[in-house]
């Protein structure tokens, strides 16, 4: 099972910063948060990773709290290109390999 | 252009019929992964592979098969496909394996009847 709660959907009106927030308790010390986005049913598309400092790239930034078990990934300035799923994942303790949930769909509103 | 490439993107197959399904990638990127998407859901990775000759089970392997010749390929096997196989199948590539920024092909779409 996944490792990580995100909400089902969310909107967000284009221009505006989309936050999408992410729960993991139960993560460990040792572990990144990765994000991903799929666009309709395309290949999914890397967006950042973090340990524990914020993280910022030309997509999106990624805040992690002090306690680390929860995250929120901003998109600064949502266009309607970033309507998609996007997905918080934890890798698993044995393996590494990454779980993937429901994610959150993300629609931008004009 | 780097890219992970998979033929074919579209297969309508019938029971027990062998299949596979190819993903190369031109990046030199030594891990690989299958994973398969069912509606409404997240990825679920069938097989990965560290390197050359390494191949692991995911979390669901049932009825699949791969190998690992060469670094740039890992061919997906069906050896006798079922109804409940019809999936959207993606294959990806990491330089840094797991941890890493993964690249994805474009998916390829399979129906079993």
């Known amino acids: 099972d996944a490792k990580t709660t995100q909400p089902t959907s969310m909107d967000c009106a284009e221009g505006r910063a989309a936050n999408l927030p992410c729960n993991h308790s139960t993560i460990s010390g040792n572990e990144y948060v990765y994000w991903y986005r799929q666009i309709h049913s395309q290949g999914p598309q890397y967006i950042i990773h973090g340990l524990k400092n914020n993280e910022t790239n030309e997509m999106a930034s990624l805040i992690i709290t002090e306690d680390r078990k929860s995250s929120t990934l901003i998109l600064p300035h949502a266009t309607l290109r970033d309507t998609a799923v996007y997905y918080c994942?934890?890798?698993?303790?044995?393996?590494?390999?990454?779980?993937w949930g429901a994610g959150t769909k993300l629609i931008i509103k004009p | 252009e780097a890219q992970v490439t998979q033929n074919p993107r579209y297969l309508i197959t019938v029971t027990g019929k062998k299949l596979t399904v190819t993903c190369s990638q031109n990046m030199n990127h030594e891990y690989m992964s299958w994973y398969r998407q069912d509606p409404g859901l997240g990825l679920r990775q069938i097989y990965y592979?560290?390197?050359?000759?390494?191949?692991d089970k995911g979390d669901v392997p049932e009825g699949y098969k791969v190998s690992r010749k060469e670094k740039r390929n890992f061919p997906l096997i069906l050896e006798s496909p079922s109804p409940n196989q019809t999936s959207l199948y993606f294959c990806?590539?990491?330089?840094?394996?797991?941890?890493?920024?993964?690249?994805f092909g474009p998916g390829t779409r399979l129906t079993v009847t």
């Open positions: 592979s560290m390197n050359v000759e390494v191949t």
């Open positions: 990806a590539s990491s330089i840094q394996g797991p941890r890493g920024e993964q690249y």
């Open positions: 994942i934890v890798p698993m303790d044995s393996n590494y390999q990454l779980i």
